[in-house]
C-alpha cells in the first residue's frame, strides 16, 4: 500500500510509540493527534492507511475517532480551529459575545467551516479561570481581556498568515 | 528544536495560597525548570524516602497522613495503596489529569508550573507501591502540559530520578505521558484504563477495582494530580503534616473558582475554610452583588444560606474536587442547569439505557423549562429521572448526572415555578 497520509515523519513517530507502549492500539490515539497536527483533519483515507500499517481492523479505528471529541471528522481541511468554550462558567461570562464576534470576523459559523476557519462549541477547557475562554489551534485565549471587536480581528489575522498559505501548498503537495 | 521552544504560551490563571505547599513555585505563570525545583528543595524527599524508608514506612505514612483522593471521589489514598499492595507485581500506578469536570483548573496549575512536584510525588508513590512503571493520563485539550511533562521527564531522567537505578537505590521506576483527546469520562478512572489500552472510553463493570484488575490487567493505583502531588509534602514533613487544616482532613487543598467573582482563579488553603471565606479570598462578588447559588462543578448546588460549609470531605461537607463556581443574584438557576444538562447528555457514554436517555430526556425538559414550554408532569418526570438514572447505571458519571438537577429541585422549588409560570425575569422579562 503506498501512503499518502502516513508520511515519513509520521511512520517514525509510530515507530517511537511502537517501542514505547506495549500494546499497537497504544498508537492509535497519538497519531490521530499527528495527523490532526499535520492536516487540521482526518482525512477517511489516513484512517484506512493507520489501520493497514498497525495491522488492526480499521472498525477499531473508525471507533476511536467517532468515540473521542477532538477527533470527530471531517473538519474539511479548514487550516484553523477555533474551539470556544460553552460550559457553565463561560455561559456565566457570556461567551456568545465572542461566538457571535467570531462569526462575523470570520464569515465561518458553527457546522458550517470554510477554507480558513472551523468553529466549534467545546466543554469546559480547564480554563474557567480565564472564562470566557476560547481556543484557535493549540493557543488559549481569554475572552475577557479582549475588550473590542478590532481586537479580536487583530487576533484572527495573525492566523492569516503566509505561514498558512505556505502550509497550505504543502498540504496539497501531500495530498 | 527543543521541546521548550514550541510549548504554546500559558494561560494568566490567576493562584494565590497562603500555605505554600502545593503552590509554593506555582503563583508565578512560568514553568519551574529542574534546576530551580531542586535549589528549592525539590526532590529532596525522594531522597529521603529512598534513603530513609522502606516502601512499607510510606504507606504507612500515607495512611496517617488522612490524605483523601482530590479527584473527586475523596476514597482514602493509603487504603487504595494497600489493597493494590494486597496484589501480586508487576503493579502500575496512573496518575489521572484528565481534569475535564466543568468548572476544575487545578491539576493545571501544577502540571504547567511545578511539574517536577508531580513527578517526584508519583516516583515516591512508585517505589512505595514497588510499582512497574507509571504513566500519566493527560486530557487532549492541554497540549502545553503534555510538552511540559515530557519535558521534566527528559530533565528528571538526566539528573538520575528517573530510570534504572534511581540515585543508586535499586529502585528503577519510568513515567510516560499518553494524551487524551476530548471525553470526561475519560476521567473515569476505569474508562481511563480502556482509553490508555488504546480503545474507546467505555467505564469497565466493577469488581474487579483497578487496584485488583487495572492497567494490562494488572493491579493498578490512579490517583489524581494533586493527590500525587501531596506525597512529597506528606515524606517531607511526617507527623507534622497533621498540623496543616483540620483533624481527619489534613494538608492542602486546591480550589478553582470561578464565575461572578473579582478574582476567579486557583486558591490553595487548609480544608477548614468555608465556602464563605473561599468567596472572599477570590476578592468577594463582582459589582457588589449577592450569591445567588454556588455550583460544586456539575455534581451539587448550594444555596446562599448554606456558604458556612466547610470544603472538608465530612458528610455535610463540600467534598468533590474542590470546584467552585459562583452565581449571582441575577443568574438563573434554570438557564445554568440547561447547561449541565446539556453537558451529561453530551458527555454519557452510552454504554448504559438509563444514563444514555435519561441524560437526553433531562436535557429536553430543561430546555422546554427555559423555553417556558414545559408542564407540572415534565416536572414530576424530572423527580423520577433523577432516581432512575443513578440506581440503573454503573459509573459515576451515570450516579452523579442527575445531582444538580435533584439539588435545585429541593433548594430553588421558586425557580422552576418561575418556569413553568413563565415569571422568571431573566428568561420572559
Ligand atoms: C465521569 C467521571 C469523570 C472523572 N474525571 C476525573 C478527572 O478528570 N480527574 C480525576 O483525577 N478524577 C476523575 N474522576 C475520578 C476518578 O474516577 C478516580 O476516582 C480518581 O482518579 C482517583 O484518584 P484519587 O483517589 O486520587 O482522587 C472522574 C470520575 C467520573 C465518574
Ligand atoms: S453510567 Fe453513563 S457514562 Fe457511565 S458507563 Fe453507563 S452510560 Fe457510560
Ligand atoms: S467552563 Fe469554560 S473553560 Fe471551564
Request: net charge neutral.
Amino acid at each position: 500500500m503506498v501512503y499518502k497520509y502516513l508520511t515519513n515523519d509520521i511512520i517514525k513517530k509510530i515507530k517511537e510509540c511502537r517501542k514505547r507502549f506495549p500494546l499497537k492500539e497504544q498508537c492509535i490515539i497519538p497519531t490521530l493527534h499527528q495527523i490532526l497536527e499535520k492536516y487540521r483533519d482526518i482525512p477517511f483515507q489516513a484512517l484506512e492507511e493507520l489501520a493497514h500499517y498497525l495491522d488492526v481492523p480499521l472498525s477499531d479505528i473508525e471507533g476511536i475517532v467517532s468515540f473521542y471529541d477532538m477527533f470527530r471528522y471531517p473538519k474539511k481541511g479548514a487550516k484553523n480551529h477555533i474551539r470556544i468554550c460553552r460550559n457553565l462558567p463561560c455561559h456565566l461570562a457570556n461567551y456568545q459575545r465572542i461566538l457571535e464576534d467570531i462569526k462575523e470576523i470570520t464569515g465561518a459559523d458553527i457546522g458550517k467551516p470554510n477554507k480558513m476557519w472551523y468553529i466549534e462549541l467545546v466543554e469546559c477547557i480547564g480554563s474557567c479561570g480565564i472564562a470566557p475562554a476560547f481556543l484557535i489551534n493549540n493557543d488559549l485565549y481569554d475572552g475577557s481581556k479582549i475588550k473590542s471587536k478590532e481586537q479580536l480581528e487583530e487576533i484572527l489575522k495573525s492566523y492569516i498568515t503566509e505561514e498558512a498559505d505556505e502550509h497550505q501548498r504543502q498540504d496539497t503537495k501531500a495530498t | 528544536m527543543n521541546i521548550r521552544d514550541r510549548i504554546p504560551r500559558l494561560p494568566e490563571i490567576y493562584a494565590d495560597s497562603n500555605l505554600n505547599l502545593l503552590l509554593r513555585r506555582a503563583k508565578e505563570n512560568r514553568t519551574v525548570d529542574i534546576e530551580e525545583y531542586e535549589t528549592t528543595g525539590g526532590y529532596s524527599a525522594l531522597k529521603k524516602a529512598l534513603n530513609r524508608f522502606r516502601p512499607e514506612d510510606i504507606v504507612a505514612l500515607v495512611e496517617e497522613s488522612t490524605l483523601r483522593g482530590r479527584g473527586g471521589a475523596g476514597f482514602p489514598t493509603g487504603r487504595k495503596w494497600r489493597f493494590a499492595l494486597m496484589n501480586p507485581q508487576p503493579r502500575y500506578l496512573v496518575c489521572n489529569a484528565d481534569e475535564s469536570e466543568p468548572g476544575t483548573f487545578k491539576d493545571r496549575i501544577i502540571i504547567e508550573r511545578d511539574p517536577h512536584l508531580l513527578l517526584e510525588g508519583m516516583i515516591i508513590s512508585g517505589y512505595a507501591l514497588q510499582a512497574k512503571e507509571g504513566y500519566i493520563y493527560i486530557r487532549g485539550e492541554y497540549p502545553a502540559g503534555y510538552m511540559i511533562l515530557e519535558n521534566a521527564i527528559q530533565e528528571a531522567k538526566e539528573r538520575g530520578y528517573l530510570g534504572k537505578n534511581i540515585l543508586g537505590s535499586g529502585f528503577s521506576f519510568d513515567i510516560k505521558v499518553y494524551r487524551g483527546a476530548g471525553a470526561y469520562i475519560c476521567g473515569e478512572e476505569t474508562a481511563l484504563l480502556e482509553s490508555l489500552e488504546g480503545k474507546r472510553g467505555h467505564p469497565r463493570l466493577r469488581p474487579p477495582y483497578p487496584a485488583q484488575v487495572g492497567l494490562y490487567g494488572r493491579p493498578t493505583v490512579v490517583n489524581n494530580v494533586e493527590t500525587l502531588s501531596n506525597i512529597p509534602i506528606i515524606v517531607t514533613y511526617e507527623a507534622y503534616f497533621m498540623n496543616i487544616g483540620p483533624a481527619g482532613f489534613y494538608g492542602p487543598k486546591l480550589f478553582p473558582i470561578s464565575g461572578k467573582v473579582n478574582r476567579p482563579g486557583v486558591y490553595e488553603a487548609t480544608m477548614d475554610i468555608t465556602l464563605q471565606e473561599l468567596i472572599d479570598m477570590a476578592g468577594g462578588m463582582k459589582d457588589n452583588k449577592d450569591v445567588k447559588a454556588v455550583f460544586a462543578g456539575a455534581l451539587g448546588i448550594y444555596r446562599k444560606d448554606e456558604l458556612d460549609t466547610p470544603m472538608d470531605y465530612s458528610p455535610k461537607g463540600f467534598g468533590g474536587t474542590g470546584t467552585t463556581i459562583v452565581l449571582d443574584e441575577d443568574d438563573c438557576i434554570i438557564d445554568a442547569l440547561t447547561v449541565i444538562t446539556n453537558f451529561f447528555h453530551h458527555e454519557s457514554c452510552g454504554k448504559c439505557t438509563p444514563c444514555r436517555v435519561g441524560t437526553y430526556e433531562q436535557d429536553v425538559i430543561l430546555k422546554k423549562l427555559k423555553e417556558g414550554k414545559a408542564t407540572e408532569k415534565d416536572v414530576e418526570y424530572l423527580k423520577h429521572l433523577s432516581k432512575n438514572i443513578p440506581a440503573n447505571s454503573i459509573c459515576g458519571l451515570g450516579y452523579s448526572a442527575p445531582n444538580a438537577v435533584a439539588d435545585a429541585l429541593e433548594k430553588f422549588p421558586e425557580e422552576f415555578e418561575a418556569h413553568l409560570n413563565k415569571t422568571c425575569k431573566r428568561c420572559f422579562g
